[in-house]
């Protein structure tokens, strides 16, 4: 379910709470829709169970989960799925701009760039 890049800079139960803001807010999870265990999540990814709690527990705290006595970890029944894509497109914006920042870095030019990722949204 999730995408979990050990080695990157941004800590790991913060690429869980991004991953699901996304997920949510693109309508791939709905209301209701129950979470994988902390322990299923953990052992599947190989870290640490409380890394993965820490995750859920910000979530919760921001309303995107509730916990729901015996089952788990579900999407909040408040949380409002299908987000306009203006409100997708701002999720999107930190990556963008470390994407073009990473770029100019590179001194690549844009076009080629832009064809690259358009190959990638394809896929």
Partial sequence: MFAIQPTSAEPIYRQIVEQLRRMIAGG?????DLLPSVRDVAGFHAINPMTVSRAYG??????????????????????RGNATQAQRMTLLEP??????????????PSDPVLRRLGRLLED
């Fill in 28 to 32: 791939q999870l709905s209301a209701g």
């Fill in 58 to 79: 910000m979530a919760e705290t921001e309303g995107l989960l509730e916990r729901l006595r015996g089952k788990g970890m579900a999407v909040a029944a408040t949380t």
């Fill in 95 to 108: 990556q963008l701009q470390a994407l073009a920042r990473h770029a100019q870095e590179l001194e690549l």
